[in-house]
């Protein structure tokens, strides 16, 4: 996990109720993504980022959303919107060389509840 | 549609045994291919990729794997299993002209002592 945090480890939300998971990473990557793992359904990915100030939606970008105002950092918020949340997500990050990435580092993961 | 394939769910071996954990990929032109561990409640750990050359590629951990273009296949192997490598081990993709990382669901891994 080195490199790249996440907090917090634990998160719960209610009905109704946006929060935001934290991703920092101190690793100089470019690219930064965040994933939903949910069990048997392996990696789904809900954003990524190339550079700073830009990001492309994923697979499953609906009711989430991202900012990338820092090359380090790449929040990502659950909205209100976003029926099923619980999860665990994990954030990832990754060097870019002549547009296309390389190996992605993970962090530790958040497992967001909804109560 | 581009995709990896993890075709066991669950992989059971005693300690000391060789072990193989299989995946194949349907990814278009050469593809860098991945391993990677997850520990309970942990991220994903980098343990190998494939970009060219020799079709047997060493890692972290004792873990190699076998890469096969015919077949398209890239399995996971390591000569003897031990407990501590019961984890959940992800397959996954890059096609090399995209930019999105395809995974595989998964195979859980259970070394028995």
């Known amino acids: 996990d080195g490199g790249i945090t996440q907090s917090p480890k634990y998160l719960f939300r209610k009905e109704g109720q946006n929060v935001t998971l934290s991703c920092e990473q101190n690793?100089?990557?470019?690219?930064m993504y965040w994933y939903r793992q949910d069990p048997g359904q392996g990696l789904r990915l809900i954003y990524y980022?190339?550079?700073?100030?830009?990001?492309q939606k994923g697979d499953i970008a609906e009711g989430y959303s991202v900012s990338r105002e820092k090359k380090e950092s790449f929040p990502l918020t659950v909205t209100s919107a976003q029926k099923n949340p619980t999860a665990f997500y994990l954030c990832?990050?990754?060097?870019?060389?002549?547009?296309?990435?390389?190996?992605?580092?993970f962090g530790p993961g958040t497992r967001l509840t909804v109560l | 549609a581009q995709s990896v394939a993890q075709p066991e769910d669950q992989v059971n071996v005693a300690e000391g045994n060789p072990l193989t954990v299989k995946c194949t990929y349907s990814?278009?032109?050469?593809?860098?291919l991945f391993w990677y561990v997850q520990y309970p409640n942990r991220g994903l750990q980098f343990l190998l990729k494939?970009?060219?050359?020799?079709?047997l590629v060493k890692g972290s951990y004792g873990f190699e794997a076998e890469f096969n273009k015919s077949q398209t296949s890239f399995h996971l192997k390591k000569p003897s299993a031990l407990v501590s490598d019961s984890a959940l081990y992800f397959c996954?993709?890059?096609?090399?002209?995209?930019?999105?990382?395809?995974f595989g669901a998964g195979t859980r891994l259970f070394v028995k002592a």
């Open positions: 990814v278009s032109g050469n593809p860098y």
């Open positions: 690793l100089n990557h470019d690219a």
């Open positions: 990832a990050s990754s060097f870019l060389a002549g547009g296309i990435t390389d190996t992605q580092y």
């Open positions: 996954a993709a890059l096609n090399t002209g995209g930019f999105k990382t395809i």
């Open positions: 494939y970009i060219t050359g020799d079709n």
């Open positions: 980022s190339q550079i700073v100030n830009d990001f």
